[in-house]
């Protein structure tokens, strides 16, 4: 699995629905689309999601092989964690949001452990 590239982007709307036909009409994208898992070469998967107080602007997803380690290679760097390593076992995930010194907010992600890994 390729590491520490962007490999997901969330864009966030008001009205989720109208921006799936905006985008499907201007770029044929479909959330179904977005969602199979299909091998799409030289793409950066994304969905569009409901605009939140979390998810105000696009935000990039960087998949990175321990997401405690990139979050003290960020703070190192001058960055900010904004939301701790935080666990989604539905999807055997965890991520972790940042602020670079600029500002933008940044996702990182990665596998869950599985029991056997220590």
Do not use: C, H, K
């Amino acid at each position: 699995m390729t590491r520490d590239l962007v490999t997901w982007l969330q864009i966030p709307a008001d009205d989720v629905e109208r921006a799936w036909e905006f985008y499907g009409e201007v770029f044929g994208w479909s959330a179904e689309a977005a969602y199979a898992n299909e091998p799409r070469s030289g793409a950066i998967y994304g969905e569009i999601a409901p605009r939140s107080d979390d998810l105000r602007t696009p935000r990039p997803v960087i998949r990175v092989a321990d997401v405690e380690v990139a979050l003290r290679r960020v703070e190192a760097a001058g960055g900010a964690v904004v939301t701790g390593r935080t666990e989604i076992p539905e999807i055997a995930m965890v991520y972790a949001v940042f602020a670079d010194p600029e500002g933008n907010l940044i996702n990182v992600v990665g596998d869950m452990p599985s029991e056997g890994d220590s």
